[in-house]
Every structure is written in C-alpha cells, then in structure tokens.
C-alpha cells in the first residue's frame, strides 16, 4: 500500500510539472506573438518622421517626376516648414488643365497605404477603390465633396488635372495626427501614401458624368 501510495504521488507531481510546463509554453508563446505584432510599429513616430524627411532626395534626384506643394491653407508666398508641404510623384499625365476647387464635387480613384514594414513591404493598405493591380481598367472610382478630405488630399487635389495619376506623399500633420486610426489600419503618426487618379470634378450642386459613361475613354 505504502508502494502504491509513493507511485500515486510521483504520477500527481509528474503532471502538475506537465501542466505548469504547458501553461508556460503557452504564456511565452502569446507574449511572442503580441512582441512581433508590437514590433510592426515600434518607434513608429520616428520611422516615419525619417522616411517622410528621405523624400526630400527623391525630389533632388528627379524634379521632373516630383513636386513638393505646400498646404493650400497656408501662405503659399513663404518658406514653411518641412511638415507643410506634401510630396508627389507623377505616374502619368492628364491631358486636362483645369483643376478643382476646394468647394468642389471631385470623382477620384484611389489606393491608400501607410509605410513600408516588415510584414507589408509595399505599406499596408488602408483604404481605396482599388481590385488587384492599380489599373483604370478594373479600378472602381468613388464621388466626394473636396473639402471633406484630409489636408494632404484637399491640397492634392486642387493642383491635379483631370486624368492625372499621382502617388501622393502626405506627412502626419496633414493627415490623420496622432488620431488612432488603428482599428482602420493607420496608427497614429502615420505618413499617408495614396495612389491617386482625379478622374472628374464638378462644381457644387452641378451633375457629374457617371463613371459606367466615360470608363471606355479611360481603358481605351
């Protein structure tokens, strides 16, 4: 009895060990995957400080493709500072040479990404119009009022020409701040990355051709 008594409390300790063994694989396991989901943004402020100062090479390189244009709200006859401006890459030209508004009505096809990590090479994207590759042949468009956008895009936007294709550069300031945004996959701090077509624009309360009616002139 004695014997069996021993054998009952080695297996009770062998199994409490199991248990706790377990528990802690699991505990390290979870605190691993929250470390690798922290680590995406780590010091995320300051990497996107440093990738929105880098863009002021890619302007230096080729002002022919770039542009740096400052806050539309702001006093366009002075120098501001850094976080002012907004850069832009053209992708490809319109054939238009008017622009929006701010009170304008704009149709616009759009992708928007946040910077490069390590899970989304290419920025994780937030929001946009866009199936697949960027293409005017299978992108959808979407009608809205200019000035409900961010700054960034207000500020874009009047400067483009209808059939205009930009990748538009729009630092935190004139974006979404330190607002989280997470639960819509923009931390705070965000620089915002938007492939950006203006497609039309109309003055407010005027009709705007549907997208159905003019897309074969965009594919063709």
């Not at 995320?44 to 929105?52: D, I, K, P, T």
């Not at 702001?74 to 622009?99: F, H, Q, R």
Request: proline share 5%.
């Amino acid at each position: 009895m004695r014997i069996l008594i021993q054998k009952m409390a080695q297996a009770t300790r062998t199994a409490l060990t199991a248990g706790c063994l377990c528990c802690l694989c699991c505990l390290v396991s979870s605190c691993s995957e929250t470390s690798g989901e922290e680590d995406e943004y780590a010091n995320w402020q300051q990497r996107n400080e440093v990738y929105f100062a880098s863009l002021a090479d890619s302007l230096s390189k080729d002002p022919t493709k770039w542009r740096r244009i400052k806050n539309f709200s702001l006093d366009p006859n002075t120098e501001g500072k850094a976080t002012d401006y907004i850069y832009v890459k053209t992708i490809a030209p319109g054939g238009d040479s008017e622009s929006p508004v701010f009170t304008d009505s704009v149709r616009i096809s759009y992708q928007g990404r946040i910077i490069p990590t390590t899970n989304y090479p290419q920025g994780k994207v937030f929001d946009g119009t866009v199936y697949g590759t960027y293409s005017m042949a299978t992108n959808a468009t979407t009608r809205m009022k200019l000035s409900t956008l961010v700054v960034g895009m207000e500020t874009a936007l009047q400067h483009m020409h209808r059939g205009d294709y930009w990748r538009v550069y729009i630092p935190q300031e004139m974006g979404y701040g330190n607002r989280d945004q997470t639960s819509s996959g923009i931390p705070p701090y965000s620089v915002l990355i938007f492939d950006l077509t203006l497609v039309d624009f109309s003055p407010a309360g005027q009709a705007m051709p549907a997208w159905s009616a003019r897309q074969k002139e965009w594919i063709d």
